[in-house]
Nanobody, 125 residues
Framework: VQLVESGGGVVETGGSLRLSCATS????????IGWFRQAPGKKRELVSC??????????ADSVKGRFTISSDGAKTSPTIYLQMDNLKPEDSATYYC?????????????????WGEGILVTVSS
């Protein structure tokens, strides 16, 4: 299983970015993929999660209404996107996608089974 993030960079406050998580080597069933972020000196936190079981996506309160998670719909090695709008300086962090393959739920950073390498997002004020 591999997860590869792309789409990060530097953007001004109020701007937008779309992150992509390209996956390979698994079938998206009974599993969940989440976007996490980690700022320097802080714990890795769950930003958004999407389940293979078709339930509603979940979002951290800090990003609700600004971020949208989506999938390309593929069951074999899907690509998961995170559309980030109205970005704020506090959104600056390294963003990771993580895969959970047992319960189809993103419990948190400690519950994920696979990780990408991460990609940096910087929002300038």
């Amino acid at each position: 299983v591999q997860l590869v993030e792309s789409g990060g960079g530097v953007v001004e406050t109020g701007g937008s970015l779309r992150l992509s998580c390209a996956t390979s080597g698994f079938f998206f069933e009974d599993s969940a993929i989440g976007w996490f972020r980690q700022a320097p000196g802080k714990k890795r936190e769950l930003v958004s999660c999407i389940s293979s079981n078709g339930g509603a996506a979940s979002y951290a309160d800090s990003v609700k209404g600004r971020f949208t998670i989506s999938s390309d719909g593929a069951k074999t090695s899907p690509t998961i996107y995170l559309q980030m709008d109205n970005l704020k300086p506090e959104d600056s962090a390294t963003y990771y996608c993580g895969l959970e393959i047992q319960y189809a739920i993103c419990y948190g950073a400690g519950g994920m089974d696979y990780w990408g390498e991460g990609i940096l997002v910087t929002v300038s004020s």
